[in-house]
Nanobody, 131 residues
Framework: QLQLVESGGGLVQPGGSLRLSCAFS????????IGWFRQAPEKEREGIAC????????????HYTDTAKGRFTISRADAKNTVYLQMRLLKSDDTALYYC????????????????????WGQGTQVTVSS
């Protein structure tokens, strides 16, 4: 059973940067895809980016939604069993509870990220963008 723990959230000023971490543990890890999602108050949970755990980290397959493109970068550190979400040029609209999640799925060329593909979720880490 895969387990996920997010960290790195906090208060940041508009225009600032933040790096979230998702530490994972379990078996058959290379079968999984790790994704980052977020949920703002009174809004639906939305996908940000995901990354495969198979193969070498430099060759990992990644997928980004329109929410992430240009400002967010997903990566993984295999030695630490951690997936990161580097966020920059943060705006007040980025304020949300950020979750990482794991799923057994294939990141094909036309993949569309959605919550139903991910079976295991962390507890979330709060990101607040405010001056």
């Amino acid at each position: 059973q895969l387990q996920l723990v997010e960290s790195g959230g906090g208060l940041v000023q508009p225009g600032g940067s933040l790096r979230l971490s998702c530490a994972f543990s379990g078996s058959t890890l290379d079968s999984y895809v790790i994704g980052w999602f977020r949920q703002a108050p009174e809004k639906e949970r939305e996908g940000i980016a995901c990354i495969s755990l198979s193969g070498l980290s430099g060759d990992a397959t990644t997928h980004y939604t329109d929410t992430a493109k240009g400002r967010f970068t997903i990566s993984r550190a295999d030695a630490k069993n951690t997936v990161y979400l580097q966020m920059r040029l943060l705006k007040s609209d980025d304020t949300a509870l950020y979750y990482c999640a794991a799923g057994l799925l294939h990141l094909g060329k036309n993949y569309a990220m959605w919550t139903g593909d991910f079976q295991t979720w962390g507890q979330g880490t709060q990101v607040t963008v405010s001056s």
